[in-house]
């Protein structure tokens, strides 16, 4: 029989185990996440000059910030990048898990489609937007192709360096952040609802949007969160593909702190950061992602 110290012992360390358990893990989170984002919100209330960062209160660069044109400018252009992303991610993510998830039968043909789709993060995403132009360019393959066939009478600017690029290439890019959870939370669907809906006359466009995308919201929201963050925080697929016709935050943030202008770069990181978790809080308030655990 145990002493009663050697129980308590062990029942006070049960209740401390949990805790043990998250302390690395949060360790890290609050040494790598939590000091840098107080430093950039302390870095972001002290003055500046053209030489020098001078620690003093100062509420200037929130005001210069908050009345700015440009900055709202440049804030709403991110916003529309992200929201273009966000819906062609979203419809061409939808449609390649439906055919993974309910048309490719053999698991290791569904695994060699998730292989192909993850070949291209083999390089990294400055190779892969730089392959870009000689498709895109005014010399490029794609308007070479269209003035042969005589489509077109002249090559089309807009390929590249553009508005269109910059999306194109994000599309590119992210695609597969909204496929993966898509996949995973089609997976979780009870096949025998699919057959109820075929049972009951449904075809197959009903079955896709009335009865596997509503079941499929956790997805959606997995992968917007993914979206959301990679495309408000980006600068060099703007700076890349942009060719200086486009604009965004994280682009307007870098060009601050080449500069030396830190505390005006850090009221602007504030400001993407606050957007950012605001998009984030009303897509976690709407959709439990817990469900998808």
Known sequence: MQAPSSISLHSRFDRLLPYLQIAPLALVLFVFLLIPLGLIVVVSFWDYDSFRVIPAFVTFNYAEMLSSPTIWRTMWSTVQFTLLTLTITGAIGFLVAYYIAFYVRSPMMKTIFFMACTIPFLTSNIIR???????????????????????IAEPLDFL???????????VYLFTLFMVTPLFN??????????????DAGASPLQIMF???????????????????????G??????????????????????????LQYPA???????????????????LRNVDIRRAI
């Open 234 to 259: 980006d600068f060099v697929t703007v700076r890349l593909m942009g060719g200086g016709q486009s604009a965004s935050t994280g682009l307007l943030i870098t060009n601050q702190i080449s500069l």
């Open 129 to 151: 937007m730089i392959s870009w132009v000689p498709f895109l360019g005014r010399n490029g393959l794609i308007n070479s192709m269209l003035m042969d066939i005589g489509l």
């Open 265 to 283: 770069a850090c009221a602007n990181a504030v400001l993407l950061l606050v957007v950012v978790m605001i998009a984030i809080g009303g897509i």
């Open 185 to 198: 939370a089609m997976a979780r669907i009870d096949r025998s609802v699919i057959e109820a809906a075929v």
């Open 210 to 232: 009335r009865v596997v995308a509503p079941l499929t919201k956790t997805g959606f929201a997995i992968g917007a969160v993914f979206i959301i963050t990679l495309v408000m």
């Open 160 to 170: 590249l360096y553009s508005r269109f690029a910059v999306v194109l290439v994000y």
